[in-house]
C-alpha cells in the first residue's frame, strides 16, 4: 500500500499507481510527508536519460525543447541556449495578477504535478521532482495570483509562478509570512535550480491549477450536498410536510441513483419522529419540499460524473510533448487542454447553485407565516422583524451563483497570435466555482438557523433523536431568537458549527 496512516507521521509514497478519492481526501486532509516511489524514480530516470540521447542528434526539431513556444514553434534554439530557453519561458509566463490563491490550492497544485511527473513522460531530472515533493513537505508554498490562465497550453501562468521559487525567484507563504523565495531557499539550505532542457516546459504545461479548484470544489460539495439533505429534513418536520415524496417506491419507478439516495438520507433523518407521525392538513407541499429527491438528487448524479472526470485527470500526464522510451517517440499533442476539467466545472458550478436555488425557497416557505408558524419566526412579529432579513441574504447568495453559472467553458478568445486559437477557460470555471460553494456554504447555514427556529416553534412535539440531539447542540451555541439581534455573526457561527457535523473541509 502507498499510504502509511501512522498517526505520528503519515507518509504517502506518490508514483504512477492510479489515486482513487480516498487517496486524495488522505493527503488533502491529512498532508502527508511525500515520498517519490521506487517506480516513479525509475520512469524519470529512464525518460530523463531517453531526451538527452535522442538531443544528441542536433539535426531534429523538437517542440518546446529545442524550438520557441506557441507561435515561435518553428524558431530553432541552439544547444547553447536551451537552458536560458527554459528560464525565459519561466520568467516571461509569470504574468498572472489579482488576488493570491488560497494555500490548499497550492498544495493541491504541488501533489497534482507531482503525480504528473512521476509517470515518466516528461523528461525531467529527479531533482525537479524532489524539490516539488520539498516544498509540499516543509509547507513552503509559493504565491500564485489567481488570475493569468486560459486553461489552453494548461495553466501556464499560474504554474508559472508556482515554480518560479524553485529557481530562487517570487515569493513564497512560509511559517505564516509572505517571504521572498530566494530567501527561504536559503534558510532551507537548498540550491535554486537551473533547468535543463524541457524541464521548465514540463512544470508550466499542465492543468494542475484548474483541477486543483475542481478537487477543493468536489470535496466541499460532497459536505454541502448531505448538509442539503439535512436541512430539507428538518424543514419538512417544521412544515409538517407529507412523508409520501421519501417513499422509496417511487424511486424505484424511476431510478435516478441521486434521488434514491436523497429520500433515504432524508428518511434517516427522520427515523422516530415524532412530528413525522402527526396527521397533516396539507395534501401536497410546495415543491421546494415535495421535490426535494428529484432536485437535490440530480445534483448528486452531476457531482458523480464530475469526480469521475477530475479523477481521470488527477492521474493523467497533461504536459506537452511527451516522451515515450518504450517505443522511441517524442510526441507533440494537445493533453494540456483542460476542456474536460472546464467543462465538469461549469457542470459542478450549474449543480450546486441548484442546491442554494431550492435551499432558499425553502427558506421563503418557513418565513411566510404558513402552517402555523409566526410570520418571520417571530413571536412579536411587528415590533420585531425577526428572520426576514435572512431571507433576503439568502436570496442574494442565489442570484448570485445564477450569475456565476454563465459558463466559462462557453468562451474563446485567441492567444499566442493565433496558434492557440480555441482555449477553454477552465481557471476561470474553476475560480467561480470556488465562490459558488462558498455562497452555497453561507446559504446552507441559513436556511439551518432558519429550519431550527421554526422547529423549536413545535415543541413540545419533538423530532427524531438525531435532529433533537442535533438541535441541543446547536442551541449551545446559537440561542432560539426570542427578540431582535444581529444574525450575522450567527450565521457565520452556525457555518463553523455545521462543519463539524460533517466530514470537515480543513
Not at 513552503?140 to 499560474?158: F, I, R, Y
Not at 433523518?269 to 412530528?275: A, G, I, V
Request: glycine share 6%; aromatic share 8%.
Amino acid at each position: 500500500m502507498p499510504i502509511s496512516d501512522d498517526k505520528a507521521l503519515p507518509v504517502y509514497s506518490i508514483g504512477p499507481d492510479s489515486m482513487d478519492w480516498g487517496t486524495v481526501e488522505f493527503i488533502f486532509h491529512h498532508h502527508p510527508r511525500l515520498v517519490l516511489s521506487e517506480e516513479a524514480r525509475r520512469r524519470i530516470h529512464t525518460s530523463y536519460n531517453y531526451l538527452q540521447r535522442k538531443l544528441a542528434d542536433t539535426r531534429v526539431r523538437y517542440y518546446g525543447i529545442n524550438t520557441g513556444f506557441g507561435a515561435l514553434c518553428n524558431v530553432r534554439i541552439s544547444e547553447r541556449d536551451i537552458g536560458q530557453l527554459q528560464k525565459n519561458l519561466l520568467l516571461s509566463h509569470a504574468a498572472g495578477v489579482g488576488e493570491a490563491v488560497p494555500l490548499d490550492i497550492v498544495r493541491l497544485m504541488l501533489v497534482l504535478k507531482i503525480k504528473s511527473l512521476s509517470y515518466g513522460h516528461s523528461a525531467v531530472r529527479e531533482i525537479v521532482v524532489e524539490r516539488l515533493i520539498d516544498f509540499f513537505n516543509e509547507d513552503v508554498l509559493p504565491v500564485v495570483p489567481e488570475q493569468g490562465s486560459l486553461g489552453a497550453s494548461g495553466d501556464l501562468a499560474p504554474l508559472a509562478h508556482m515554480c518560479l521559487p524553485l529557481a530562487g525567484l517570487g515569493e513564497v507563504w512560509f511559517e505564516g509570512k509572505r517571504l521572498a523565495a530566494q530567501e527561504v531557499l536559503s534558510k532551507k539550505g537548498w540550491s535554486p535550480l537551473t533547468f535543463q532542457a524541457k524541464e521548465a516546459l514540463a512544470l508550466l504545461n499542465g492543468t494542475q491549477f484548474s483541477t486543483a479548484y475542481a478537487v477543493w470544489c468536489l470535496l466541499e460539495s460532497r459536505r454541502l450536498l448531505e448538509l442539503a439533505d439535512l436541512n430539507a429534513a428538518i424543514g419538512y418536520e417544521a412544515f409538517l410536510c407529507q412523508q409520501s415524496p421519501l417513499d422509496e417506491r417511487l424511486y424505484f419507478i424511476r431510478p435516478h441513483p441521486g434521488q434514491l439516495v436523497t429520500a433515504r438520507n432524508i428518511r434517516h433523518w427522520l427515523e422516530d419522529s415524532d412530528l413525522a407521525a402527526l396527521p397533516r392538513e396539507h395534501v401536497q407541499d410546495p415543491y421546494s419540499f415535495r421535490c426535494v429527491p428529484q432536485v437535490h438528487g440530480a445534483s448528486r448524479d452531476a457531482l458523480k460524473h464530475v469526480e469521475q472526470v477530475v479523477l481521470t485527470e488527477i492521474n493523467s500526464v497533461t504536459d506537452n510533448p511527451n516522451v515515450f522510451p518504450e517505443s522511441d517517440a517524442i510526441l507533440s499533442g494537445g493533453n494540456f487542454h483542460a476542456q474536460p476539467i472546464a467543462l465538469a466545472l461549469d457542470y459542478l458550478s450549474l449543480a450546486l447553485s441548484e442546491i442554494g436555488s431550492i435551499a432558499e425557497r425553502r427558506v421563503f416557505q418557513l418565513l411566510s407565516g404558513q402552517r402555523g408558524l409566526p410570520v418571520f419566526l417571530s413571536a412579536k412579529a411587528g415590533l420585531n422583524s425577526g428572520m426576514m432579513i435572512a431571507q433576503y441574504t439568502a436570496a442574494a447568495l442565489a442570484s448570485q451563483n445564477k450569475t456565476l453559472c454563465m459558463p466559462a467553458s462557453a468562451d474563446n478568445i485567441v492567444s499566442s497570435n493565433g496558434q492557440e486559437d480555441h482555449v477553454s477557460m477552465a481557471a476561470n470555471a474553476g475560480t467561480k466555482a470556488m465562490r459558488i460553494v462558498r455562497n452555497t456554504e453561507r446559504l446552507l447555514a441559513i436556511e439551518f438557523m432558519v429550519a431550527m427556529q421554526a422547529l423549536d416553534f413545535r415543541l413540545p412535539v419533538r423530532s427524531s433523536t438525531r435532529i433533537e440531539a442535533l438541535r441541543k447542540r446547536y442551541r449551545e451555541i446559537v440561542p432560539h431568537l426570542e427578540e431582535d439581534r444581529i444574525l450575522s455573526p450567527e450565521i457565520e457561527q452556525t457555518a463553523n458549527f455545521l462543519k463539524t457535523v460533517f466530514h470537515r473541509i480543513n
